[in-house]
């Protein structure tokens, strides 16, 4: 068989021809790219957009707020589809209704068509990502997955910062071709997808839970939408209430899915998940490390454009340094992934490192010339972290848990991001401004390294 030959269902990572494997690894990543670089252009494109469509203040928020609420709904269900039909496909779904999401966006012709066009993105994109870490788990053998897995990170992190760079320089011609770029990547990705990705054996006999579905959506909504919109809105007592009443919502989703998993049935979210030390450990190290990282980048973002003066683009290429370092980190990451988990903790002492040095340097005439070295900093630090995360985490999910696994993964980040956005930005609209808000996030990167004491100290090397 050539090295592009589809291989049956059962063939295993080792199996796998070494050279199809990475170039399948790459149409996974263009997938993530393609969404993660939509998250978030509309902070750079929105005023633009509104401008050309029309509509209130409001319409910046709900152009991100539209995806997130939608995209964050929808990650445990479609996680779990993955197990159900297959990760394969439901990619190759994904990919399809987020590229026709993306065509539907660039000829919106009013706010709610964009709005609306925002939604169909966010779920469908909440179909396609959850597919990604039980693919790598699906093509890669023990000794090559915390290398792919190392890859995975830092993709994230760059395409946070790359998506208003690029978002910035098409704005400059016509914000619509900030969509209409995904058409052909779109097409590529998928057309790749087909010759390349594995066609995995669906878990037979198996049925989507839609009570369960039904109810970690609501409760995921009950939480991301206060945090998105709450500071928006000066944070009125019924942002709370909704905060309380996920929370309540939460514990119903667990009662509930315990109670089906005793019975025989099939939850949305394996229950055996949360007997697993690495996994727990991993969505409390997740919560507050992507909380820190969104967060530092959103108030960065916001320092240097509302206190510095620079203009959108300028601030976005600020951030350069902060991505040139990840890839540093992701580097010197995969040379010692032999340390394991003491890779991702001295990564929070350096990005912990980094942002207090911005601290430092920051004040009224600072260049970004003068910011790099510590932004450099800050992103290596990320790098460190974020490169043997997911392989310390997946390490312990068997096979039929990989989809809920991936799902719940992926929907942490998503709220741990607006979480930190919501609390950051609401410290650096108050009093304390700028500074205060990164003394806060110091202490976000300082829980980061306690939550990450209780990893396993090393990935099994058996998963």
Same mark, same amino acid.
């Given at each position: 068989?050539?090295?592009?030959?589809?291989?049956?269902?059962?063939?295993?990572?080792?199996?796998?021809?070494?050279?199809?494997?990475?170039?399948?690894?790459a149409v996974v990543l263009a997938g993530s790219v393609m969404e993660l670089l939509d998250a978030t252009v509309t902070t750079v494109a929105?005023?633009?957009?509104?401008?050309?469509?029309?509509?209130?203040?409001?319409?910046?928020?709900?152009?991100?707020?539209?995806?997130?609420?939608?995209?964050?709904?929808?990650?445990?269900?479609?996680?779990?589809?993955?197990?159900?039909?297959?990760?394969?496909?439901?990619?190759?779904?994904?990919?399809?209704?987020?590229?026709?999401?993306?065509?539907?966006?660039?000829?919106?012709?009013?706010?709610?068509?964009?709005?609306?066009?925002?939604?169909?993105?966010?779920?469908?994109?909440?179909?396609?990502?959850?597919?990604?870490?039980?693919?790598?788990?699906?093509?890669?053998?023990?000794?090559?997955?915390?290398?792919?897995?190392?890859?995975?990170?830092?993709?994230?992190?760059?395409?946070?910062?790359?998506?208003?760079?690029?978002?910035?320089?098409?704005?400059?011609?016509?914000?619509?071709?900030?969509?209409?770029?995904?058409?052909?990547?779109?097409?590529?990705? %998928?057309?790749?997808?087909?010759?390349?990705?594995?066609?995995?054996?669906?878990?037979?006999?198996?049925?989507?839970?839609?009570?369960?579905?039904?109810?970690?959506?609501?409760?995921?909504?009950?939480?991301?939408?206060?945090?998105?919109?709450?500071?928006?809105?000066?944070?009125?007592?019924?942002?709370?209430?909704?905060?309380?009443?996920?929370?309540?919502?939460?514990?119903?989703?667990?009662?509930?899915?315990?109670?089906?998993?005793?019975?025989?049935?099939?939850?949305?979210?394996?229950?055996?998940?949360?007997?697993?030390?690495?996994?727990?450990?991993?969505?409390?190290?997740?919560?507050?490390?992507?909380? %820190?990282?969104?967060?530092?980048?959103?108030?960065?973002?916001?320092?240097?454009?509302?206190?510095?003066?620079?203009?959108?683009?300028?601030?976005?290429?600020?951030?350069?340094?902060?991505?040139?370092?990840?890839?540093?980190?992701?580097?010197?990451?995969?040379?010692? %992934?032999?340390?394991?988990?003491?890779?991702?903790?001295?990564?929070?002492?350096?990005?912990?490192?980094?942002?207090?040095?911005?601290?430092?340097?920051?004040?009224?005439?600072?260049?970004?010339?003068?910011?790099?070295?510590?932004?450099?900093?800050?992103?290596?630090?990320?790098?460190?972290?974020?490169?043997?995360?997911?392989?310390?985490?997946?390490?312990?999910?068997?096979?039929?848990?990989?989809?809920?696994?991936?799902?719940?993964?992926?929907?942490?980040?998503?709220?741990g991001a607006a979480l930190g956005v919501a609390l950051l930005g609401s410290v650096s609209f108050g009093s304390g401004g700028a500074e205060?808000?990164?003394?806060?996030?110091?202490?976000?990167?300082?829980?980061?390294?306690?939550?990450?004491?209780?990893l396993p100290r090393q990935a099994r090397a058996d998963f």
């Open positions: 068989m050539t090295a592009l030959d589809i291989r049956p269902a059962d063939t295993s990572p080792a199996e796998q021809p070494y050279r199809r494997r990475w170039a399948a690894l929105g005023p633009t957009m509104r401008s050309d469509l029309g509509g209130g203040t409001s319409l910046i928020q709900w152009l991100g707020a539209a995806y997130t609420l939608a995209m964050t709904a929808g990650l445990l269900t479609g996680g779990r589809l993955g197990d159900i039909v297959g990760r394969r496909r439901m990619f190759l779904i994904g990919i399809t209704g987020f590229t026709i999401g993306s065509l539907l966006c660039a000829v919106a012709f009013s706010p709610e068509t964009v709005i609306a066009a925002r939604v169909v993105q966010g779920l469908f994109g909440a179909a396609m990502i959850p597919q990604g870490m039980g693919l790598m788990k699906e093509m890669f053998p023990p000794k090559e997955l915390q290398t792919a897995f190392g890859l995975f990170g830092p993709v994230m992190g760059l395409s946070a910062v790359g998506g208003p760079i690029l978002a910035g320089v098409l704005t400059s011609f016509d914000w619509r071709l900030i969509f209409l770029i995904n058409l052909p990547i779109g097409v590529g990705t %998928a057309l790749a997808a087909l010759r390349l990705l594995p066609r995995n054996r669906p878990a037979g006999g198996v049925r989507l839970d839609l009570p369960g579905a039904a109810l970690a959506s609501l409760g995921t909504v009950l939480a991301v939408f206060p945090l998105v919109q709450g500071g928006e809105y000066g944070w009125p007592a019924w942002t709370y209430a909704m905060l309380a009443a996920s929370g309540a919502v939460f514990v119903i989703f667990g009662a509930y899915e315990r109670r089906k998993a005793a019975r025989g049935g099939d939850p949305l979210v394996a229950p055996s998940l949360f007997a697993k030390r690495a996994f727990v450990a991993g969505m409390a190290t997740g919560t507050v490390y992507f909380a %820190a990282f969104a967060g530092v980048l959103f108030v960065v973002g916001l320092y240097t454009q509302l206190e510095l003066g620079f203009s959108p683009l300028k601030s976005a290429l600020t951030g350069v340094p902060s991505s040139l370092g990840m890839i540093a980190g992701m580097g010197i990451a995969q040379a010692t %992934a032999r340390y394991g988990r003491r890779v991702l903790l001295s990564g929070a002492v350096v990005m912990a490192t980094g942002v207090l040095l911005v601290i430092a340097i920051a004040g009224p005439g600072v260049t970004p010339w003068q910011l790099a070295p510590a932004l450099a900093v800050t992103g290596l630090g990320s790098g460190l972290i974020m490169s043997p995360y997911f392989g310390i985490v997946m390490a312990a999910v068997e096979p039929g848990e990989t989809g809920s696994a991936s799902g719940a993964l992926t929907a942490l980040q998503q709220v205060a808000a990164l003394w806060v996030a110091a202490g976000m990167i300082a829980l980061t390294f306690a939550a990450g004491l209780l």
